[in-house]
C-alpha cells in the first residue's frame, strides 16, 4: 500500500518536472535559437515521459494485487464470520442481504483502495506541489489559484453530507432486491405450481423501482456537484490567463513562464474534476464498509466459553440430559420450552413424540448447540453443553433434519460433511444403513452432482442421504428428526432393521410423527406444552396416556381413514 | 464397487474434473454451469458477443430521443470545454500586443467574457448531461433487470434445476453490478473521451498539419495497444463472471443450509474450498487487472513520447520560422488534453470490458428459449371439469433412459386417483407432466381434450396447483403465504382456507396470528406447519384439478387426520392425482395406479385392489403390520 503511494507520488512528481522542461524549452533554445538544447532538452522530455510510464505501469501493477486482495481477503472474513454466527442471525438475515455485502459492497470498497484512496493522495500531492510552483513563478496569480480551495471545500462538504445517505439507501435497497432475486429463484416450483409468475414479478418490479428512485436521487445530486467541480478550476484559469496577460503585458513575467504557469495549472482541472469522482466513491465505500461491518460486529451467540474443554469421541459415553429447559426465540416471550425435564441414559433410544408444532424440532437442536438454551441446561455425559468445546460437542452429536438439505456437490461429499477422512467401507456401510444404495446406481456414481443441481432426487432418497450423512459420523449421540417421514412402509422397515444394529451402541434422540418409526425407540416421551408429559414404552403411554393416543394412535388413525 | 463405476462412466466426459473442484462432483449435464448460448468454440463466442451488443442495442433504443439530446449536450460541453486552451493561445499570442503597444485591452476583455461564457455553458451543459445520461443509465438497469427477472420466470423447470438458484441469484446481482458500475460513471466518460479525442484531432490539424501529423504518429501505436488489450482482457474478464458466479452458488448454498453446516463442524472444509474459489476469482481478476496496467503504463509512455517528438520537432520549425512559438505552446496543451482522456479511458476500459462480459451472460440467459414454451395461439380453457388424458406419453430426460414407455392413461372429471410405486417408478413425472413443469418427450397429455400445449399458462394454472413435499415460504406473513394461491383473496376466505385444512388453529396461537412474519420474530414453523400452510395455498387456489405430491409426508397423525378429512369434501367435485407412500393417504382415492418403470401394473378401486392379492394388496398388507 505504502509502496503504490510512494510509487504515485514519484510518478507525480515526473508529470510536474516534465512541464517545466517544456518551459526551459520554449523559453532557452527555441527563442534562442539553440539547435542541439533542443535535441538535448526534449530527450530528457522523452526519458522522462518514459520513466513516469514505467511508474504508472508499476504502480497499477502492484495496486492490481492489493485492492484485489482487499476485497478477496473481506471476502474470506464475511464468509468465515457468517459460518461461525448463530442460527438465530441467519433466521432473520436473508442471504441476498448478505450476499449483496460480500459481493457489491465489497467492490465498493475494492474501487476505493484502488482508485479513490490513491486519486486522493496524488491529487492533494499534486495540488500542492502546484500551487507551490505557481507562487514560485508568479506568487500573486500563484495564490489567486491557490484560494480556489475555499469554495472547493464548502462544495465538498455540501456534497459529502447528501451523498452518504443516498448511498447508503441505494447500497440497502440493492440487497432488499438481491432478496427477492433470491428468494424467487428458491421457489421457483411453487411460484410455478402456482402460476404466480406476475405476482412475483409485480413484487420484484416494485422493488426494482424503489431502486431506480434512490438512484436517480443520487445521480441529480451527482450532476449539480459535478457540474460545480468542473467550473471552479476552468473559472480560476480564466482569472489567470487575464491576469497573467496583464502580468506579461506590464513585465512581471515571460511569456514563456505564462506558458508554464497555464500548463501547470491545467494539471489541476483533472485534480480538482475527479474530486467530485473520488468524495462519491469514498462515501460509497464508507457506507459499504458500514454494512459489512454490521455482519462482521455482529458478535456469534453460540461459541465457545472461556474454559470450555474437550470430550473427545472415545471418552463420550453418550448420556444426555435436559434438566428445566426453558426456550424462547429471540424477540418473542412466548415460551417454546417451559421447563423441560429428560434423561437418555447411554446407549438408549429415546423417541420424542407430541403434535405439530409442539417444540420437538427445537428441543433436538439444542443438544448440538444450534440454539442455546434460554434458561436451565442440557447436559452430555454430566457436562453443560455450552461448557465443551463446540467443535466436540458436534463431532459427538450428529443430526438428521427433517428438511434434508443437499448442497452442489458430489454424493461423497454430501455424504462425508460431518467426516471428511470417511474411508469408502464407512460411506458404504453408511449406505447400507439408509437404504440409499441407489446413489451407485447414478451416472456417476458416488461422484455425480447432486443437490439442486445435476439429478433431482425424491423426496425419499434426500432423506435416505440425510440419514446416511448422521450415521456416518459415527457420533456418541444421533439426533434424528422425523428421519422416515418421506419413506414408503416397505423401505421404512429395512432403514429401521439396519438401523436397529447402529442404534443399539448409540444414544438416539428421534422425533416422531408415525407409530411405525417409534418402533425403533426403547422409550417414548410426551411432549405437551413446552414440557415432558410422559415417559414410557409405545405400549404403556397408548394405555395410559389419552393425549399420546391421540398423537400417535395407530387406531385413530385407521378410524381416520375409514371415515 | 463406486470405482468401478466411476471408471466406467468417467471417460464420456472430456472436460476433466480439476482436482481442486473434486468436491463438485460431475454434472448429468453438461450445461450445468452455463446457457445453451455460451460455448467455448469462437463462432459461439463471436455470436454471443454480437448477442450482448444486440442486447444494449436494444435496451438503448426506447431512449433514442433522449440519447439524440445527450449527444448535442456533449457536443456543446466538449465545444465549450474546447475552447480554453484556444483562448489562452489566442489571449496570449493576440490579447497581451496590444497591451504592450498602445494599451488596448479590448482583445483581452473579449477573450475573458468569451470563456466565462463558455464555463457557463460548459456548466449548465454537464449538469444537463450528467442528469440525463444518469437517467436513461439508471432505465437502462431498470429495463434490464425486469427482462432477466421476467426470463428467469419463463424459463422452465428444466433449467432452473440444471442451473441452480445461486446462478440465478449471480445473474440478478453480481452481472447486473458489473453494468451497473459502467453506467455510473465510466460511460459518460468514454464518450467524452472519444469525442475531445476527435475535437483535439481536428484542432490540431487545423492549427499545423505538420506538427498535427508527428502527433498522429502515435495512433497506429495505440490502435495495436488496445486491440491487444481488448481482445485479451474479453476472455480475463468473460472468466471472471464465471468465477464470481462460483462464489456466490457456494455463498448461496452455505447460507441456505447454514444449520447442516454448523451441525456437521463443515466450516473449516466450507472455507477451504470458498478460499479456492475466491482465490480463483481475485488471480483472474489480477490478471485483468494487470493487463490494464500494461494498458495505462503504454498509453502513457506513447503520449510522453508523443508530446518529447511534437517539442523537437516544433521547436525545430518554430527555429526556421514555419510556426509561431503559441501554436507551439497550444500545441503541448492540446497533447495533454490529447492523451488525459485516453488515461482515463484506459482506466475504465476494464470496467467497459468486465460490463461486456456481463452483457454477453446476460444475453445468453435472455436467448435461452424455454423448454416448455407459451403456445403462440393458445386454445381457451373456460370453465374446466378436468379430464386428464395421457395419449401415447413417453418421456425421458435422456433418450437412454426412458422414464415412461408409451403410456397411456385416462382419468375422468372428478376423480380421485393415488399413484403408488418405488422411487423411479415415474410417480413424480406423471404429476410434473399434468403441472406442465415437464412437457412429454412425445405424445399427448390433454385437459378437457386441449393438449397442454396449447393452453395459455395463465388457464392452465386456474386448473391446475400442485402442493409437494417442498414447501417453501416466500418472505412475509403467514396470510399473505396462503394467499399466495388467490392474490386478491380476502382475509376472510384465507382464514377460510386454513379452517378447512386444520391450520387456523396453529396460526392463531402464534404471536401475531396471520401477520406473523415466518422468517423474522418467532415465527419458525415446523415443517408440518409448513406443509399445512402449503396445503392452505392449494385449497385457497380452488382449482379444478389437485396434485399431491408427498404432500403429507411431515404431517403427524392428528394433522393428518384433519387434513384427509378435509380432502374428502375438497376433492369431491376436482380431478385429483395423489402421490403418497402412506397408504392412509391413499386410501382416500377414488382408484389407486400402481406403477412400475413407467407401467401400470394395476388398476382399481382401493378396496377391489386390497382383495386382489397383487401388488397393493402386500403394501396394504405390510402397512396394516406397521400400525403396531
Redesign the interface.
Same mark, same amino acid.
Given at each position: 500500500m505504502i509502496a503504490m503511494l510512494a510509487l504515485a507520488v514519484v510518478a507525480s512528481v515526473f508529470s510536474l518536472v516534465?512541464p517545466r522542461v517544456?518551459q526551459a524549452?520554449?523559453d532557452g533554445?527555441?527563442?534562442e535559437?539553440d539547435?542541439s538544447g533542443?535535441?538535448l532538452l526534449?530527450?530528457i522530455?522523452?526519458a522522462?515521459?518514459?520513466g513516469?510510464?514505467?511508474l504508472?505501469?508499476?504502480?497499477?501493477?502492484i495496486?492490481?494485487?492489493v485492492?484485489?486482495?482487499v476485497?478477496?481477503d473481506l471476502?474470506?472474513d464475511i464468509?468465515?464470520h457468517?459460518?461461525?454466527l448463530h442460527?438465530g442471525f &441467519?433466521?432473520?438475515f436473508?442471504?441476498?442481504q448478505?450476499?449483496?455485502r460480500?459481493?457489491?459492497d465489497l467492490?465498493r470498497i475494492r474501487r476505493f483502495a484502488?482508485?479513490g484512496m490513491i486519486f486522493l493522495v496524488i491529487n492533494i500531492f499534486t495540488y500542492l506541489a502546484v500551487i507551490a510552483q505557481l507562487v514560485q513563478i508568479y506568487w500573486p496569480l500563484g495564490l489567486v489559484v491557490a484560494a480556489s480551495a475555499v469554495p472547493l471545500f464548502f462544495l465538498s462538504r455540501n456534497f459529502a453530507r447528501g451523498y452518504i445517505t443516498a448511498s447508503r439507501a441505494e447500497q440497502d435497497q440493492?440487497g432488499e432486491?438481491?432478496?427477492l432475486?433470491?428468494?424467487?429463484?428458491?421457489?421457483?416450483?411453487?411460484?410455478?405450481?402456482?402460476?404466480?409468475?406476475? &405476482?412475483?414479478?409485480e413484487k420484484?418490479?416494485g422493488g426494482?423501482?424503489k431502486?431506480?428512485d434512490i438512484?436517480?436521487n443520487k445521480?441529480?445530486m451527482?450532476?449539480?456537484s459535478?457540474?460545480?467541480f468542473?467550473?471552479i478550476p476552468?473559472?480560476v484559469?480564466?482569472a489567470v490567463?487575464?491576469g497573467g496577460?496583464?502580468a506579461?503585458?506590464n513585465d512581471k513575467m515571460t511569456?514563456g513562464e505564462?506558458?508554464a504557469f497555464?500548463?501547470l495549472q491545467?494539471m489541476l482541472v483533472?485534480p480538482i474534476e475527479a474530486l467530485g469522482?473520488i468524495i462519491a466513491n469514498g462515501n460509497e465505500a464508507m457506507t459499504a464498509a458500514d454494512r459489512v461491518y454490521d455482519v462482521l460486529d455482529t458478535e456469534p451467540a453460540i461459541v465457545d466459553r472461556p474454559g470450555a474443554r474437550d470430550l473427545p469421541r472415545a471418552e463420550a459415553k453418550g448420556h444426555l440430559r435436559f434438566e428445566g429447559v426453558r426456550f424462547?426465540?429471540?424477540?418473542?416471550d412466548?415460551t417454546v420450552l417451559d421447563g423441560l425435564d429428560l434423561d437418555v441414559r447411554p446407549g438408549e433410544t429415546l423417541a420424542v413424540a407430541?403434535?405439530?408444532?409442539c417444540g420437538?424440532?427445537?428441543m433436538l437442536?439444542l443438544a448440538?448447540r444450534?440454539y442455546d438454551v434460554t434458561a436451565g441446561r442440557v447436559l452430555l455425559d454430566g457436562h453443560d453443553v455450552r461448557d465443551l468445546t463446540?467443535?466436540s460437542l458436534?463431532?459427538n452429536v450428529?443430526?438428521a433434519?427433517?428438511?434434508p438439505?443437499l448442497?452442489?456437490?458430489?454424493? @461423497?461429499?454430501n455424504l462425508t460433511?460431518?467426516r471428511?477422512e470417511a474411508t469408502?467401507a464407512d460411506?458404504?456401510e453408511a449406505l447400507r444403513v439408509a437404504q440409499a444404495d441407489?446413489v451407485?446406481d447414478l451416472?456417476?456414481?458416488?461422484?455425480? @452432482?447432486?443437490?439442486?443441481?445435476?439429478?433431482?432426487l425424491?423426496?425419499?432418497?434426500r432423506q435416505r442421504l440425510a440419514l446416511a450423512?448422521a450415521v456416518i459420523?459415527k457420533p456418541a449421540v444421533l439426533i434424528l428428526d422425523?428421519p422416515l417421514?418421506?419413506?414408503?412402509? &416397505?423401505t421404512?422397515?429395512l432403514v429401521e432393521r439396519a438401523l436397529a444394529s447402529v442404534l443399539a451402541g448409540t444414544t438416539a434422540l428421534v422425533a416422531v &410423527? @408415525?407409530?411405525?418409526t417409534?418402533?425403533l425407540a426403547d422409550r417414548v416421551a410426551l411432549l405437551e406444552d413446552g414440557r415432558i408429559v410422559a415417559v414410557g414404552t409405545?405400549s404403556e403411554l397408548l394405555e395410559s396416556t389419552p393425549a399420546y393416543r391421540?398423537?400417535?394412535?395407530?387406531?385413530?388413525?385407521?378410524v381416520?381413514?375409514?371415515? | 464397487?463406486?470405482?468401478d463405476?466411476?471408471e466406467k462412466?468417467?471417460s464420456p466426459?472430456d472436460k476433466p474434473?480439476k482436482d481442486s473442484h473434486?468436491?463438485?462432483?460431475?454434472?448429468?449435464?453438461e450445461e450445468?454451469d452455463r446457457t445453451s448460448a455460451e460455448q467455448d468454440d469462437a463462432a459461439s463466442i463471436k455470436a454471443l458477443r454480437a448477442r450482448g451488443r444486440n442486447l444494449l442495442a436494444s435496451l438503448l433504443r426506447p431512449h433514442k430521443r433522449t440519447l439524440f439530446w445527450i449527444i448535442v449536450l456533449l457536443l456543446i460541453q466538449n465545444g465549450a470545454g474546447m475552447a480554453?486552451?484556444l483562448?489562452?493561445k489566442f489571449?496570449?499570442d493576440s490579447?497581451?500586443p496590444p497591451?504592450?503597444d498602445n494599451k488596448n485591452y479590448t482583445i483581452?476583455i473579449t477573450?475573458?467574457v468569451t470563456?466565462?461564457v463558455?464555463?457557463l455553458i460548459? %456548466?449548465?451543459t454537464?449538469?444537463?448531461?450528467?442528469?440525463m445520461s444518469?437517467?436513461v443509465?439508471?432505465?437502462l438497469?431498470?429495463d434490464l +433487470?425486469?427482462r432477466v427477472?421476467?426470463q428467469?420466470?419463463?424459463l422452465s423447470?428444466a433449467f432452473?434445476?440444471?442451473?441452480?438458484?445461486?446462478r440465478?441469484?449471480a445473474r440478478?446481482?453480481?452481472d447486473i453490478?458489473a453494468i451497473r458500475?459502467l453506467a455510473d460513471?465510466g460511460l459518460n466518460d468514454l464518450v467524452l473521451s472519444a469525442l475531445s479525442i476527435l475535437t483535439i484531432t481536428g484542432i490540431l490539424l487545423w492549427m499545423d498539419p505538420m506538427l498535427a501529423l508527428v502527433a498522429l504518429l502515435s495512433f497506429p501505436v495505440m490502435a495495436w495497444l488496445s486491440n491487444w488489450f481488448r481482445v485479451n482482457s474479453a476472455i480475463v474478464y468473460r472468466s471472471t463472471r464465471e468465477t464470481?458466479a462460483l462464489?456466490?452458488?457456494y455463498?448461496?448454498?452455505?447460507?441456505?443450509?447454514? +444449520?447442516?453446516? !454448523?451441525? %456437521? +463442524?463443515?466450516?473449516r472444509?466450507?472455507?477451504t474450498i470458498?478460499?479456492d474459489l475466491?482465490?480463483d476469482?481475485?488471480a483472474r481478476?489480477?490478471t485483468g487487472?494487470?493487463m490494464?496496467?500494461?494498458f495505462?503504463?503504454?498509453v502513457?509512455?506513447?503520449?510522453?513520447?508523443t508530446?518529447? /517528438?511534437v517539442?523537437?520537432y516544433g521547436? %525545430?520549425r518554430? /527555429?526556421h520560422g514555419q510556426t509561431d512559438?503559441g501554436v507551439?505552446?497550444a500545441f503541448?496543451?492540446y497533447l495533454?488534453?490529447f492523451f488525459?482522456p485516453m488515461q482515463e479511458l484506459s482506466?475504465f476500459y476494464n470496467t467497459l470490458q468486465s460490463a461486456n462480459a456481463a452483457f454477453e451472460k446476460l444475453a445468453g440467459v435472455l436467448d435461452e428459449k424455454p423448454d416448455v414454451p407459451e403456445p403462440v395461439e393458445p386454445k381457451p380453457l373456460t370453465n374446466p371439469r378436468g379430464e386428464l388424458r395421457f395419449d401415447d406419453v413417453e418421456f425421458w430426460y435422456h433418450k437412454d433412459k426412458v422414464v415412461l414407455p408409451t403410456f397411456n392413461l385416462t382419468i375422468p372429471a372428478g376423480q380421485t386417483v393415488a399413484l403408488v410405486g418405488?422411487?423411479?417408478a415415474g410417480k413424480?413425472t406423471i404429476a410434473k407432466l399434468v403441472?406442465r413443469?415437464y412437457d412429454p418427450s412425445a405424445g399427448l397429455v390433454t385437459l378437457d381434450g386441449v393438449s397442454l400445449r396449447d393452453v395459455a399458462?395463465?388457464d392452465?394454472?386456474?386448473a391446475v396447483?400442485?402442493?409437494? !413435499?417442498?414447501n417453501?415460504l416466500?418472505?412475509g406473513t403467514i396470510g399473505e403465504n396462503i394467499a399466495?394461491?388467490k392474490?386478491d383473496a380476502t382475509v376472510r376466505e384465507i382464514e377460510e382456507a386454513a379452517r378447512a385444512i386444520g391450520a387456523h388453529e396453529?396460526i392463531t396461537?402464534l404471536?401475531e396470528g396471520y401477520d406473523t412474519d415466518v422468517?423474522?420474530?418467532?415465527g419458525?414453523?415446523?415443517?408440518?406447519?409448513r406443509q399445512?400452510v402449503?396445503f392452505a395455498?392449494?385449497f385457497l387456489?380452488d382449482p379444478k384439478v389437485l396434485i399431491l405430491d408427498?404432500a403429507t409426508?411431515?404431517?403427524?397423525?392428528?394433522?393428518? +387426520?384433519l387434513v384427509?378429512?378435509a380432502l374428502r369434501t375438497i376433492l369431491a367435485d376436482r380431478t385429483a392425482i395423489v402421490i403418497a407412500?402412506?397408504?392412509?393417504t391413499v386410501?382416500?382415492a377414488d382408484r389407486v395406479l400402481v406403477l412400475e418403470k413407467g407401467t401400470i401394473v394395476e388398476d382399481g378401486p382401493p378396496s377391489t385392489l386390497i382383495d386382489g392379492g397383487g401388488r397393493y394388496a402386500d /403394501?396394504h398388507a405390510?402397512?396394516q403390520d406397521?400400525?403396531?
Open positions: 516534465i517544456i524549452v520554449i533554445p527555441v527563442v535559437g539547435t533542443l535535441w526534449t530527450a522530455i522523452g522522462l515521459g518514459l513516469e510510464a514505467f504508472v505501469w508499476l504502480r497499477r501493477y495496486q492490481a494485487k485492492a484485489l486482495g476485497e478477496a471476502r474470506r464468509y468465515r457468517v459460518q461461525r442460527a &441467519h433466521d432473520r436473508q442471504t441476498g448478505l450476499l449483496s460480500a459481493t457489491g467492490g484502488a482508485w440493492q432486491v438481491a432478496n432475486a433470491e428468494e424467487t429463484a428458491q421457489g421457483i416450483r411453487v411460484i410455478k405450481a402456482f402460476g404466480r409468475a406476475r &405476482h412475483v414479478t420484484f418490479d426494482s423501482a431502486l431506480y438512484s436517480i445521480v441529480r451527482l450532476s449539480r459535478w457540474a460545480m468542473d467550473a476552468n473559472l484559469l480564466a490567463l487575464i496577460a496583464l506579461v503585458a511569456i505564462l506558458v497555464v500548463t491545467l483533472w469522482w424462547a426465540y429471540d424477540g418473542t412466548k407430541g403434535v405439530t408444532g420437538k424440532t427445537t437442536s448440538p444450534l463446540l467443535e458436534r463431532l450428529a443430526t433434519f427433517e428438511d438439505t448442497f452442489s456437490m458430489s454424493v @461423497r461429499e460433511l460431518g471428511q469408502e460411506i458404504e441407489f451407485y451416472p456417476w456414481g458416488l461422484d455425480t @452432482r447432486i443437490g439442486e443441481q445435476g439429478l433431482s425424491s423426496g425419499g432418497q450423512r459420523v422425523d417421514s418421506a419413506l414408503d412402509v &416397505h421404512e422397515e &410423527h @408415525r407409530p411405525s417409534v418402533a409405545h391421540a398423537v400417535l394412535s395407530a387406531e385413530s388413525d385407521s381416520g381413514a375409514a371415515a | 464397487m463406486s470405482i463405476v466411476q462412466k468417467a466426459v474434473v473434486r468436491w463438485r462432483g460431475i454434472a448429468e449435464s450445468a480554453g486552451p483562448l489562452v489571449g496570449i490579447g497581451i497591451i504592450i483581452l477573450v475573458g470563456f466565462g463558455a464555463i460548459e %456548466y449548465l454537464k449538469r444537463a448531461f450528467l442528469a444518469g437517467r443509465g439508471q432505465s438497469l431498470l +433487470r425486469a427477472f421476467r428467469f420466470q419463463r423447470i432452473h434445476e440444471r442451473f441452480t438458484s445461486g440465478v441469484v440478478m446481482t453480481s453490478d458500475e460513471g464470481i462464489v456466490i452458488v455463498f448461496v448454498e452455505s447460507m441456505g443450509g447454514v +444449520r447442516a453446516v !454448523q451441525a %456437521y +463442524r463443515r466450516e472444509r466450507n472455507q470458498f478460499d475466491n482465490e476469482n481475485r481478476n489480477v487487472h494487470r490494464s496496467a500494461f495505462a503504463g503504454g502513457k509512455g506513447i503520449g510522453n513520447a508530446t518529447a /517528438l517539442l523537437a521547436g %525545430y518554430v /527555429l512559438v507551439l505552446a503541448v496543451l495533454r488534453r488525459d482506466m418405488a422411487t423411479g413424480t403441472s413443469f399458462e395463465p392452465l394454472r386456474r396447483a400442485m402442493v409437494t !413435499q417442498e417453501f416466500f418472505a399466495f394461491g392474490p396453529f396461537g404471536p422468517r423474522k420474530r418467532g419458525r414453523l415446523s415443517a408440518g406447519q399445512l402449503a395455498r392449494a387456489a408427498e409426508s411431515s404431517l403427524d397423525i392428528p394433522s393428518e +387426520r384427509q378429512r407412500h402412506r397408504l392412509s386410501e382416500i /403394501l405390510q402397512w406397521s400400525l403396531v
